[in-house]
């Protein structure tokens, strides 16, 4: 386990209530920062909180509907509350309507408030408080799906190339102001998004098959790049969208 030397510093985390985020947020406590750890789901963000305290490490929960600004607002100045500071943000929690048709007015507009709109509101929020301070290093979730197409999913797949559109004008925005901002794109992770993959052989088959290195990746697999693209070894890193995927998107 790598150690990134974020001893003193606060991290928030949208979505850490599962999987990536949770992950996420636990990489950032292991490395000696205190984190806001952030979910509409108040059961799943008490765990990873209770994740992170069992092993020695320094947590909160705040709930926040990333769909809602005011709850940004408000889990950006909880943060600085708890912790003093906001010295890493991770804008990382979304949903995936795969069972539903994007092209439905309601089901495209809750994709893109949650997977696009909420990105802009968090960095939007993180950066009021970042920028007096000094700086701060952002990282936003995106997808491969945020690089390539994707025929399933026209919601997700717009609002995943937002992001990288997005992260790269705030890079640029702030970049003489010393906040960096950065982007995951992930391939195919095992994780309660997925479990209809994971749990289905023969769709297992197929994304194993479509990935070069025969894996589905771990949240463990994104934690690991995000609390480095935080970390100060990679001070002269903005915007960049940081591709995770096994091998995916170089077919
Ligand atoms: N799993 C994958 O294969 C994959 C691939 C590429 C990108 N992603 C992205 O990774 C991110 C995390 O997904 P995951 O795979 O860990 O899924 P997950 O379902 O395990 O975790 C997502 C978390 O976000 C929370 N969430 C959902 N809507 C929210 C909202 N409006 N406000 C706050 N929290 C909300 C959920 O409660 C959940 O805890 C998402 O942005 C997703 O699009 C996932």
């Known amino acids: 386990m790598i150690h990134y030397g974020l001893d003193g510093r606060a991290a928030l985390v949208t979505g850490a209530g599962s999987g990536i985020g949770r992950a996420s947020a636990i990489a950032f406590a292991r490395s000696g920062a205190s984190v806001m750890v952030s979910d509409v789901n108040e059961a799943g963000g008490a765990e990873t909180v ?31 509350a708890a912790f003093g500071r906001l010295d890493c943000a ?3 929690a979304g949903i995936n309507s795969l069972a539903a048709d994007e092209y439905e007015d309601a089901v495209w507009e809750r994709a893109i408030a949650v997977n696009l709109s909420g990105v802009m509101r968090c960095m939007r929020e993180e950066a009021r408080v970042m920028l007096p301070a000094g700086g701060g290093a952002i990282v936003n979730t995106a997808s491969i799906n945020g ?7 026209p919601a997700y797949t717009a609002a995943k190339h937002g992001v990288v559109g997005l992260t790269r004008h705030a890079a640029l925005r702030w970049a003489t102001q010393g906040i960096r901002v950065n982007a995951v794109c992930p391939g195919v992770i095992a994780t309660a998004m997925t479990a209809p993959l994971v749990e289905n052989p023969d769709m297992r088959k197929v994304v194993e098959a479509m990935t070069p290195m025969g894996r589905f990746g771990t949240p463990e697999d994104i934690a690991e790049a995000v609390v480095w693209l935080c970390c100060d070894a990679a001070g002269f890193v903005t915007g ?10 170089a077919v």
Request: hydrophobic share 45%.
């Open 90 to 92: 991770f804008n990382n």
């Open 240 to 249: 960049h969208p940081m591709v995770i995927d096994g091998g995916a998107t």
């Open 147 to 153: 690089l390539v197409g994707n025929p399933a999913q």
């Open 50 to 80: 209770a994740m992170i305290e069992a092993a020695g490490g320094k947590a909160q929960f705040c709930r926040c509907d990333v769909g809602n600004g005011d709850d940004i607002a408000a889990l950006v100045d909880a943060t600085v």
